[in-house]
């Protein structure tokens, strides 16, 4: 699986509907990184580092990453780990907003935000099986292999 698997599709920011980083405020912002963690961005991929904003991230077998978002959610995801973010809104005046991350597989550890305290719901993570309704918590899930 080389140097890692993608948080796939996602934790992006072209699809979400959002400007890139260098055009408007960024979603997120990378906290921590150890092992294999790499970024992509307009197809070039580079090692991730605690001051890049997200687009697509990819963890290696010993990878594992932490994720702030503006909302105040908190991602770590752990080795060789998919998770696409498919939809972020949010505003920072009525904290209201939406989350869909895909997870596809390996770990994630979530600490829900502002997003899911103002209107529980509003934060989704969809498995290969199941969609989990955040309603402000903290919470992890595991999805084992490829699917």
């Not at 307009?42 to 001051?51: D, K, L, M, W």
């Not at 978002?69 to 696409?84: E, L, R, Y």
């Not at 989350?99 to 969809?126: E, H, N």
Request: glycine share 10%.
């Amino acid at each position: 699986m080389g140097l890692a698997l993608w948080l796939a599709a996602g934790l992006l920011i072209a699809t979400a509907g959002i400007p890139r980083a260098d055009e408007a405020a960024p979603i997120a912002q990378i906290k921590k990184v150890t092992g294999q963690a790499a970024v992509l961005r307009s197809g070039e991929r580079r090692p991730a580092n605690v001051v890049d904003t997200l687009l697509v991230i990819e963890t290696g077998p010993d990878g594992a990453i932490g994720i702030t978002f503006i909302d105040n959610t908190v991602f770590s995801a752990g080795p060789s780990s998919q998770i696409a973010l498919d939809e972020f809104q949010f505003d920072s005046n009525n904290f209201r907003g939406a989350m869909l991350a895909d997870m596809r597989q390996g770990t994630l550890a979530v600490v829900s935000g502002d997003i899911a305290r103002s209107a529980p719901g509003a934060m989704k993570v969809k498995t290969p099986t199941a969609i989990l309704g955040v309603r402000g918590t903290t919470f992890a899930v595991q999805v084992y292999g490829d699917h």
